[in-house]
């Protein structure tokens, strides 16, 4: 057990749909950061917080939002699901800036 | 971003040495170099990570080359668990990119018994 929890760890869903995925932080990291794993495009950044705020963005889709909440816990939500959107999405927490990463075990989206 | 250069794949025999070659020429003065590795069907693990000197830790060294444009990770003991993909990341430590880590392709390390 890294130490951050994300949930589901499946989820199956038809395109047209919306999901939220959730992440639970490692305890005491302020910074949560998600990525996207397709097989054609490898580990793509798509958004950090940092305390609540957005820091950085990446190569995140207008159908794709996320937020941090005041507890720390992190939420990627998808709305008009496509079949490309198919992917291992991960989060990933931190203390601040530069530190090693912990990243969660994923959840696995597959749109059908 | 800084561009990084990662041989595609390699190979090793179990508990042998393992030197994991990574070539960024383009790095920023403030760039931190980082490693990780993924595990297949498990999420990316930090290996270790430097920002001038040579870093060791239980898992792993990291030789960082004088002018920084190159970087080595050694495995000193190669295990079977150790078979994963290797990704060297140069990581800003501030601005906008505020420490997001940009993966590559890696390297795909294969350890044989």
């Known amino acids: 057990d890294s130490g951050v929890t994300q949930t589901p760890k499946h989820l199956i869903t038809a395109t047209g749909q919306r999901v939220t995925l959730r992440c639970s932080p490692r305890?005491?990291?302020?910074?949560v950061y998600w990525y996207q794993q397709s097989l054609d495009q490898g580990l793509q950044f798509l958004i950090q917080?940092?305390?609540?705020?957005?820091?950085a963005k990446g190569n995140i889709l207008e159908r794709f939002s996320a937020q941090q909440f005041p507890d720390l816990h992190s939420e990627l939500n998808l709305s008009s699901l496509e079949l490309g959107d198919s992917a291992l999405y991960f989060c990933?927490?931190?203390?601040?800036?530069?530190?090693?990463?912990?990243f969660g075990s994923g959840t696995r989206l597959t749109v059908v | 971003d800084a561009k990084t250069t990662q041989p595609n794949s390699m190979e090793s025999n179990e508990e042998e040495p393992v030197h994991l070659p990574c070539n960024h020429s383009?790095?920023?003065?403030?760039?931190?170099i980082h490693w990780y590795r993924q595990l297949p069907s498990q999420g990316p693990e930090y290996v270790i990570h430097?920002?001038?000197s040579n870093v060791n830790n239980r898992m792993a060294s990291l030789a960082i080359a004088e002018d920084r444009k190159s970087s080595t990770l050694i495995l000193h003991r190669a295990t079977l668990r150790d078979a994963a993909v290797y990704y060297c990341?140069?990581?800003?430590?501030?601005?906008?990119?505020?420490?997001?880590?940009?993966f590559g392709q890696g390297t795909i390390l294969t350890v044989h018994p």
């Open positions: 990933a927490s931190s203390v601040g800036q530069v530190a090693g990463y912990t």
């Open positions: 305890s005491g990291d302020l910074s």
């Open positions: 917080y940092y305390n609540g705020e957005e820091r």
């Open positions: 383009t790095i920023s003065g403030t760039d931190y």
């Open positions: 430097g920002l001038t």
């Open positions: 990341i140069p990581a800003s430590a501030g601005g906008t990119s505020y420490g997001k880590l940009t």
